[in-house]
């Protein structure tokens, strides 16, 4: 993908073969070792050095820097597939990716030069870094400041809920150059955050789900940074900058929300079809083929729906409305397809050597990650007015 144009979208046909090589991918090398990663909650390595062959640390970065340039129809497709076998290793590309759509986005040619190649091989990784102990929906209210000290600036916060914290050396971190502003948003910027002397990692933190990637609290003490890592090299731009990668953020997301969705309906309809009670398999019970209409059509659904925000952001259309709702049913579609999936499998729902259990830990998260989904349903409500004023 082009972050602002569709005129150097790749080719359809090098998509289709790209997602082609995913899809195959994703069950030779993922489908044999999640559940054992995933109960270890180990973090995948091997993965993470097949995803740099693959080209996967620059999916969505211009062809420019070295990266894919897949626009975001194609990269949703992508995180589908992988999602609906392995969600949390689509957090270590997506959270990466989002640092260096900030970078290309706003970053001077100096940023984008120094950084980019680097964050597309794979050599640097990381992720952003916005959410504190006190402020998460309301960004306006973290409290980690940047002093400007000479040509540097000397940074001290804690961030936490990190995604790729341990294991990524580089974050976009969003802080306040000028804590009195008013409004808020205009004492807000985002730097360009190398794991450094004063930057340390204060804990992983244990999840209900999403294993085997590291979520964690980043603690920075008098940590010193050259000006030349203000993102754009001016200040006052963070919220912005920071905020408006979230729509692509969204559909990521909810790419994810409908991996799962179908995940749990294949891994459901299969086994539907091999259960046998009562003289017959369980597909052929009308309780249980009204849960499989459902999240056929739940799945189905959110597919679509995050195909059409895809290609709005593709269009360069303003896409707010349409990542919100694609998020929002998506993740909610993955929730409740686990869920019904856990069902379908009776006892051996609740066991740890079935794949459904570990949809079903997943699934929550995508619910919350990029706005929760109680934003979602304002930011939906907000701009479908916007676009419908009364007559
Ligand atoms: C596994 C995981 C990975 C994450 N990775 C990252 C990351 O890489 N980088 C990062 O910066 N953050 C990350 N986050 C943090 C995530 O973005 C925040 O948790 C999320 O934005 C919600 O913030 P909060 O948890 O502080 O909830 P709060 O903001 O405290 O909200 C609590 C509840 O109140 C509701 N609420 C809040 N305000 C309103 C309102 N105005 N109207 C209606 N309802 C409202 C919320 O919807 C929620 O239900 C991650 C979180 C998780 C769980």
Redesign the pocket.
Known sequence: MTVTSASSMSNVGEDAQLLDTIERWTMRELKPIVREYDHADRYPAIVVEQMKELGLFGATVSEEYGGLGLPATTYSKMIMIISSVWMSVT?IIN?HLMLALAIEKFGTPEQKAKWLPKMVSGEVRG?????EPD????LQGIRMTARRDGSDYVINGT?T?????AEGSCFALLVKTDPQAQPRHKGMSLFIAPKQKGFTVGRK?E?LG?KSID?AELVFEDYRIPADNLIGGVEGQGFYQATSGLELGRINVAARGVGIAEGALKLAADYAQTRRTFGKPICEHQAIQLKLGEMATRARAARLLVLDAAAAFDRGDRCDMEAGMAKYFASEAALENSIEGMRIHGAYGYSKEFDIERLYRDAP?TC????????QR?IISRQFINRNPAI
């Open positions: 957090g959270s992720g952003l870094a916005l959410t402020a998460g929906t309301d961030k809920w990190i995604t790729n914290g933190l999840k999403y979520t998260l919350i990650g990029e706005g929760t989904n109680e934003m304002i």
